[in-house]
């Protein structure tokens, strides 16, 4: 077993766990900031979510983000900032730029929606209502603000998924295949995925389907673009939104989603005075998420402490389990996937063109099999990652 872990234990020596004495949740939170914040959204971050932002603030963080440079999504949240501060002051050529971002990220929703309209229609016709999800919910919520949208999702109930799936094909939208939980519905004429069509929300574990029951008796049927919509109460949109960037920050995606995760948590609990933190506890419990709802709200802190009351951290941001749960991403993200990459770049037909590629096939693609094995055992991966870190390896000779 040692062998199989000293040639890339760097990967895991990499978040910094090994040599500090700090828990291993707390390392691969530091390590995901690290990853996705950089100086300048470090900076833009702190502006964004202060209560009382200064101009001298807002001019500090002008001289370093360029908003030629930044790319389009980032700097929209700054163009949130200038919306929700009137009376700070942007340059012309910031403001000029801001303005012209606002307007084409309201085009691009605009063809992100129609099709929405388009299908939605045809479901109230035939007594199908949507429920609406994840970004286009956050658009007719804040309709000021455009959102990085490239997708709708909508939600039906499990009885009424197949109807919803065949009233879309004559439509001009076609399906490569259902998945489990959902189906991704293409423009026949662009081939372009516009409509994500769900059964339940996937999670990831077991319980997927258990709070769903309780999500439609809470959402409320609206006026949604011109269609007869159900759209989720604030506090399941957060649960839903925590789960998914638990599940981004593990597996290394929607990196600039995830900025503006942040900012839709803080537009729920301010909009909502009543907010209902027991509703979070309860989906988090009977979906079996507790561990990666408390590990994003954790992320969420380390980037902002005044996105959750002082009460709800104290109550909700606990241990329990927490270890188990970091100690598989870890291993899953900084040194299985690393190794999985490894192996699907190995070909049989190269096998004997050099003594490297014998080499490798032969030892890396046994153990990739080996460890994947390991996944089922969270145990043993506590007791591997732990051995890593109490063993003094010395790494410079590795």
Same mark, same amino acid.
């Given at each position: 077993m040692q062998v199989l872990w000293n040639k890339e234990v760097e990967q895991i020596k990499d978040t910094g766990y090994l040599n500090a004495k700090i828990s291993i949740t707390d390392a691969l939170i530091e390590n995901f900031y690290q990853e996705i914040m950089c100086d300048e959204e470090k900076k833009l971050m702190e502006l964004v979510f202060s209560n009382n932002p200064t101009q001298d603030e807002l001019n500090e963080l002008l001289k370093i983000w360029d908003i030629e440079v930044k790319t389009s999504t980032k700097s929209l949240l700054l163009s949130y900032f200038q919306k929700r501060h009137p009376d700070l002051k942007f340059t012309s050529y910031e403001e000029a730029r801001l303005k012209g971002l606002l307007r084409n990220f309201r085009f691009r929703n605009m063809q992100v929606i129609s099709p929405f309209v388009k299908i939605g229609k045809v479901l109230n016709d035939n007594n199908v209502i949507p429920m609406i999800l994840k970004g286009t919910a956050m658009k007719y919520l804040r309709q000021d603000l455009p959102r990085v949208m490239g997708d709708v999702d909508i939600l039906v109930p499990e009885e009424d998924f197949m109807k919803t799936v065949n009233l879309t094909l004559p439509l001009g939208y076609y399906y490569e295949k259902i998945d489990v939980h959902s189906v991704d519905l293409h423009d026949k004429k662009t081939g372009k995925n516009v409509i994500d069509v769900h059964k339940f929300i996937y999670m990831g574990t077991k319980n997927d389907k258990k709070f769903i029951e309780d999500l439609f008796k809470r959402a409320t049927v609206q006026n949604v673009f011109g269609v007869k919509a159900l759209v989720p109460s604030h506090e399941d949109m957060m649960f839903i939104a925590l789960v998914n960037l638990a599940r981004n920050l593990r597996n290394g995606t929607s990196k600039a989603g995830l900025l503006y995760t942040l900012f839709d948590c803080k537009f729920f609990?301010?909009?909502?005075?009543?907010?209902?933190? $027991?509703?979070?506890?309860? $989906?988090?419990?009977?979906?079996?998420?507790?561990?990666?709802? $408390?590990?994003?709200?954790?992320?969420? $802190?380390?980037?902002?402490?005044?996105?959750?009351?002082?009460?709800?951290?104290?109550?909700?941001?606990?241990?329990?389990?927490?270890?188990?749960?970091s100690n598989m991403v870890m291993f899953k993200r900084f040194y299985l996937e690393d190794l999985r990459n490894k192996c699907r770049a190995l070909k049989v037909s190269d096998i004997f063109k050099s003594y490297v590629n014998f080499r490798d096939y032969i030892f890396l693609k046994p153990k990739y099999q080996f460890l994947k094995l390991l996944v089922k055992h969270p145990k043993l991966i506590g007791l591997l990652i732990r051995d890593l870190k109490t063993k003094q390896y010395d790494f410079a000779t590795k």
């Open positions: 609990i301010e909009d909502k005075p009543d907010f209902d933190w $027991n509703i979070i506890k309860t $989906n988090a419990k009977k979906t079996g998420t507790e561990v990666q709802t $408390n590990f994003a709200m954790k992320f969420i $802190n380390r980037i902002s402490k005044d996105v959750f009351p002082k009460e709800i951290q104290d109550d909700m941001l606990f241990e329990k389990l927490t270890n188990d749960y």
